[in-house]
């Protein structure tokens, strides 16, 4: 069965710093791929997507992602994140009609 | 351009009574996924409709819960005698179209947030 884990739960960063959210997907082929952000009381937004092609996609609000097909990862990464950065985020993976999520990364942006 | 639209915003139910939740998907789509976030939980999968037609209930409760996408107006979610274990945001979804060549990209809406007193 296909599944999403995000096994960070919660994450901590001081505003500048970097940031990797980690997402490990289990499907046989190389699916779909997603990341969402969710402000709170909010519904999701798109931040990037990977279908095919190059493998390190570039999305908005400065976030990128790689996908690594041997480790079965789709990394979310920022080289500097700003407070309003502070949200949680969802990895998805996509298959014949189903979005799988992951249970959720909180972001907690120290000033 | 309306996004998908989502209403009510917030319901309050108290035990055994009805939720219906009305989802208006983005002009043109024609399918639509119920998704339901319990506090500290991701999203879960409920179901997934086109118009008409219930393509995808795999995760929806086996009683109580019903969906459906008629050929006007909005999908709406029901939710009968309700419990408190119900009380959760309920985000609905839709996509122009799905399968093989779909860009597989979910719009979502605000969610509703149902309270069961």
């Known amino acids: 069965a296909q599944s999403v884990t995000q096994p960070d739960i919660h994450i901590t960063v001081s505003e500048g710093a970097s940031l990797e959210l980690r997402c490990n997907y289990s499907?046989?082929?190389?699916?779909?791929l997603f990341w969402y952000v969710q402000s709170p009381g909010q519904g999701l937004q798109l931040l990037l997507k990977?279908?095919?092609?190059?493998?390190l996609v570039q999305g908005i609000k400065g976030f990128e992602a790689e996908f690594k097909r041997s480790q079965s990862s789709f990394n979310l990464r920022k080289p500097s994140v700003h407070w309003s950065d502070a949200a949680e985020y969802f990895c998805?993976?996509?298959?014949?009609?189903?979005?799988?999520f992951g249970s959720g990364t909180k972001l907690n942006v120290k000033p | 351009n309306a996004g998908v639209m989502q209403n009510p915003r917030h319901l309050v139910r108290r035990r055994g009574q009805e939720a219906r939740l009305r989802c208006s998907p983005v002009?043109?789509?024609?399918?639509v996924y119920w998704y339901r976030q319990l506090p500290e939980e991701g999203l879960k999968f409920m179901v997934y409709l086109q118009k008409e037609n219930i393509i995808d209930e795999s995760g929806m409760p086996k009683e109580r819960f019903s969906a459906e996408f008629p050929k006007e107006g909005p999908s709406i979610l029901r939710i009968q005698q309700v419990v408190r274990g119900d009380s959760a945001a309920y985000f609905c979804?839709?996509?122009?179209?799905?399968?093989?060549?779909?860009?597989?990209?979910?719009?979502f809406g605000e969610g509703s947030r149902l309270t069961v007193l």
């Open positions: 979804a839709s996509s122009p179209r799905s399968g093989q060549g779909s860009t597989g990209e979910l719009f």
């Open positions: 499907y046989g082929a190389t699916p779909y």
């Open positions: 990977y279908f095919s092609g190059d493998t």
């Open positions: 998805a993976v996509y298959n014949f009609n189903k979005f799988y």
């Open positions: 002009k043109g789509h024609s399918h």
